[in-house]
């Protein structure tokens, strides 16, 4: 079945630009969705579709999908981005979607 | 704006049925074009999709879980449930449910239910 590979950490200091990358096989065929899950929470979806972003995420965050790899970039990173980040993506070959395995993100 | 939660028993005995049910306010489960789905997370671990019906009551379910799971509507309740049978250890985990799109991107979830699967 399809696999999504993401590193186990990502730190970056505050203000700086962190990029948490999504790999698979072509992957830029599929549409990736990202979700931010802080401790004891439930998952907050913050990029649909590749890129868009819901109602009520900042502008900081973004989204790129292209060749093997997806990327969900945050810019001018603040400490309540301190979370787990998961990516996403529906398997056609399975009929189902599949979660990468997650990347906690740190903030110096 | 939509709200969901989970309910059922935070401890099941092993081999036993899991039964877990989700509630929705705030909107009808029955209207739009939407898929209502089950996730779960091990603690210390990541997602795992279980499973998902739609509007129109077809199901979908991960291959790993296919044999052992039974998602089901009830529109006059505004709920959808969970069965996972013959669970053991390895059930433990929190369980949400979410109401997702088309490709799985999950726009709303629940709080998330711990269930603990030990004799």
């Known amino acids: 079945s399809y696999v999504l590979t993401q590193p186990p950490s990502v730190s970056v200091a505050p203000g700086k630009t962190a990029r948490i990358t999504c790999g698979g096989n072509n992957i830029g065929s599929k549409s990736v969705h990202w979700y931010q899950q802080k401790p004891g929470q439930a998952p907050v979806l913050v990029i649909y579709?590749?890129?868009d972003r819901p109602s009520g995420i900042p502008e900081r965050f973004s989204g790129s999908n292209s060749g093997n790899t997806a990327t969900l970039t945050i810019s001018r990173v603040e400490a309540g981005d301190e979370a787990d980040y998961y990516c996403q993506v529906w398997d056609s070959s399975s009929d189902h979607p599949i979660f990468g395995g997650g990347t906690k993100l740190t903030v110096l | 704006q939509v709200q969901l939660q989970e309910s059922g028993p935070g401890l099941v005995k092993p081999s036993q049925t899991l039964s877990l049910t989700c509630t929705v306010s705030?909107?009808?489960?029955?209207?739009?074009?939407?898929?209502w789905s089950w996730i779960r997370q091990p603690a210390g671990k990541g997602l795992e999709w279980i499973g998902r019906i739609y509007t129109s009551g077809s199901t979908n379910y991960n291959p790993s879980l296919k044999s052992r799971v039974t998602i089901s509507v009830d529109t006059s309740k505004n709920q959808f449930s969970l069965k996972l049978s013959s669970v053991t250890a390895a059930d433990t985990a929190v369980y949400y449910c979410a109401r997702d799109g088309y490709y799985g991107e999950a726009y709303y979830w629940g709080q998330g239910t711990l269930v603990t699967v030990s004799s």
């Open positions: 579709y590749d890129s």
């Open positions: 705030g909107g009808s489960i029955s209207s739009g074009s939407y898929y």
